[in-house]
């Protein structure tokens, strides 16, 4: 089994940033896939960003130029640098995780649902944008 905990969510002014932790436990793979996903109160949740065992990025197109996915293997935590925050960021963050040869693609993540790929998921940390 793996765990995730979720930590660095907050209150930030449009424009602000913000780096989110997921820290893992459990289970150890050579081969993962790790993710970012959110969802906003009334909305269905959404594919942020994945990255693999390799190192290997994906990004939503909402969030590409202002979002960077990376991870700290010895740390064995994995983080999402939130740079120019818009309000329509605001939303619960969550990691998840799977044993996985590559990361599904953003349109498939979208299509199926994170949950089709990944089996292990934190509990979120609230993000909120203001204007």
């Known amino acids: 089994q793996v765990q995730l905990v979720e930590s660095g969510g907050g209150s930030v002014q449009s424009g602000g940033s913000l780096r989110l932790s997921c820290a893992a436990s459990g289970d150890t793979y050579s081969a993962y896939c790790m993710g970012w996903f959110r969802q906003a109160p009334e909305k269905e949740r959404e594919g942020v960003a994945t990255?693999?065992?390799?190192?290997?990025?994906n990004y939503a197109d909402s969030v590409k130029g202002r979002f960077t996915i990376s991870q700290d293997n010895a740390k064995r935590t994995l983080y999402l640098q939130m740079n120019s925050l818009k309000p329509e960021d605001t939303a619960m963050y969550y990691c998840a995780a799977d044993r996985l040869w590559g990361c599904p693609s953003m349109t498939a993540v979208q299509a199926r649902g994170g949950s089709a790929f990944f089996r292990y998921w934190g509990r979120g940390t609230q993000v909120t944008v203001s204007s």
């Open positions: 990255i693999n065992s390799d190192g290997f990025t």
